[in-house]
């Protein structure tokens, strides 16, 4: 999941970011509004995180979600495959 996807997705994110990082208030995540880097620079300030640090979550969380998503449309296309098969 790149930059681009985190903010094309915020929305549905936005409530696994706050899973994750719990620090984070709503008005931070208004403010990071799908922002990577804002996102990091969230996490220094809330949990002192470097900034190694905090990019390497992020950058964690991202490829989590964009595989979670792969599998969801993997199943999505096995039914509609299964489904036409009938």
Do not use: C, H, P
């Amino acid at each position: 999941m790149n930059t681009d996807t985190l903010q094309g997705k915020w929305r549905q994110l936005k409530g696994e970011v706050q899973i994750q990082w719990g620090r984070l208030t709503n008005d931070d995540l208004d403010q990071v509004a799908g922002n990577a880097e804002k996102l990091v620079g969230k996490l220094q300030e809330r949990y002192g995180y470097a900034r190694e640090r905090a990019a390497q979550e992020v950058e964690q969380f991202q490829v989590r979600w964009a595989k979670q998503a792969e599998r969801v449309n993997e199943k999505a296309n096995d039914k509609a495959s299964a489904s036409w098969g009938k």
